[in-house]
């Protein structure tokens, strides 16, 4: 089984670097993403924003709102996914989650697909 587990870094001058660890029985990360959810929506995945994702060739895509401001990356040796969040807004407020999209768990092609536990994010005005 694959566990995605998320941590936040705080930073001076209040950037925030949020960590996606994988751990489990993994042969290959393929893509991987966070997405948020904002506050006074449901706990529902479909509730859910995509923020950032990367593939495994390390090619990036952003939601326009935090592009410029946002930075995706990885680190396979470590199976960890970084969102380096500059600039940050109030309206970045929202519970962050990692996803692991079709990681590959053996050569077979076996797969998982699966969200970490989310992490919350408060930004003050």
């Known amino acids: 089984q694959v566990q995605l587990v998320e941590s936040a870094l705080v930073q001076a001058g209040e950037s925030l670097r949020l960590s996606c660890a994988a751990s489990?029985?993994?042969?290959?990360?393929?893509?991987m993403a966070w997405y948020r959810q904002a506050p006074g929506k449901q706990r529902d995945v479909n509730q859910r924003?995509?923020?950032?994702?990367?593939?495994?060739?390390?090619?990036?895509n952003y939601a326009d709102s935090v592009k410029g401001r946002f930075n995706i990356s990885r680190d396979d040796a470590k199976r960890t996914v970084y969102l380096q969040m500059d600039s940050l807004k109030p309206e970045d407020t929202a519970v962050y989650y990692c996803?692991?999209?079709?990681?590959?768990?053996?050569?077979?092609?076996?797969?998982?697909?699966?969200w970490g536990q989310g992490t919350q994010v408060t930004v003050s005005s």
């Open positions: 924003d995509l923020v950032a994702l990367i593939t495994n060739y390390g090619s990036s």
């Open positions: 489990g029985s993994i042969f290959r990360i393929n893509s």
């Open positions: 996803y692991g999209d079709d990681v590959l768990l053996d050569p077979s092609g076996s797969t998982w697909s699966g």
